[in-house]
């Protein structure tokens, strides 16, 4: 897509990113070098909403911070990796918009929190200058599937004001049945669901991502929590009868992790 067929378009692009692995935020493979690419196809963002199912809370918070912290939310990995700043201004204008959208569900402002490894370690590769506004929007798991399409939903006059939302976790996401020695193939249940979830996109079957369930033990495997699920949820709400979809990258890691992208646009 060029930059003057994005301009013509009347939404932003909507993106949901398998994020997987921390390391990938200091790596050089093919899965970053296409979140470069795509950051390339579009007009730079007015700002980026990010979904990220590294923020997990009782209740919709939204941050307002005009200088948001890196966050190293995890543990055990090389020294490299705590070393890493991604100074992105935040937006609160944006943020107070986004909270004014959704203020039916009642959600909060909040400057007490950062931008997660969720969101920083694909931004990074997207816009290595960190020179784009970004907020993140919680997700608040004490609502239903259907309540996050519900709120995915309201979120769509972004789109016509310039900012990205980004969606980033992962279709298939099991700790517990990593395979270490397998760092480029899944599981035959892990690539069964993730074809489930592509067929169901390419079907614009909402309902069946919702009841994401009935696919069996392979979506038990797939999904122990929802966490890592829950971004892709808002692409679903987002999507216009007008976008294209398309799959900009796939491919798994460990056995157990999708790294499967989304896009419309």
Request: with cysteine.
């Amino acid at each position: 897509m060029t930059q003057t067929t994005c301009m013509a378009s009347l939404a932003t692009p909507v993106l949901f990113l398998g994020h997987g692995s921390p390391m990938n935020a200091i790596s050089n493979n093919a899965f970053t070098s296409k979140l470069a690419e795509l950051a390339a196809q579009f007009i730079k963002p007015k700002a980026i909403c990010c979904i990220s199912a590294h923020w997990q809370t009782r209740g919709v918070y939204i941050l307002e911070n005009a200088r948001p912290k890196t966050l190293h939310d995890f543990l055990g990995f090389p020294a490299e990796l705590y070393q890493v700043e991604y100074n992105a201004p935040g937006s609160p204008e944006w943020a107070q918009e986004t909270s004014m959208l959704l203020a039916e569900h009642d959600p909060s402002l909040t400057e007490q929190w950062g931008l997660d490894h969720g969101t920083w370690s694909i931004l990074r590769h997207m816009f290595p200058k960190a020179d784009v506004p970004v907020f993140q929007m919680s997700l608040d798991l004490s609502r239903s599937i259907k309540d996050h399409l519900e709120l995915a939903r309201e979120l769509k006059a972004l789109r016509k004001k310039g900012v990205w939302i980004v969606g980033s976790g992962n279709i298939v996401h099991n700790l517990g049945r990593l395979d270490w020695g397998n760092t480029r193939r899944g599981h035959e249940w892990a690539h069964v669901f993730d074809d489930y979830v592509r067929q169901a996109l390419e079907e614009d079957a909402p309902d069946r991502l919702v009841n994401f369930r009935q696919c069996g033990i392979e979506a038990k495997w797939s999904v122990p929590t929802l966490d890592h699920y829950l971004p892709l949820i808002y692409l679903l709400g987002l999507r216009e009868p007008s976008d294209t979809l398309s799959f900009p990258y796939h491919g798994f890691e460990f056995g157990s992790i999708s790294m499967r992208a989304v896009l419309l646009q």
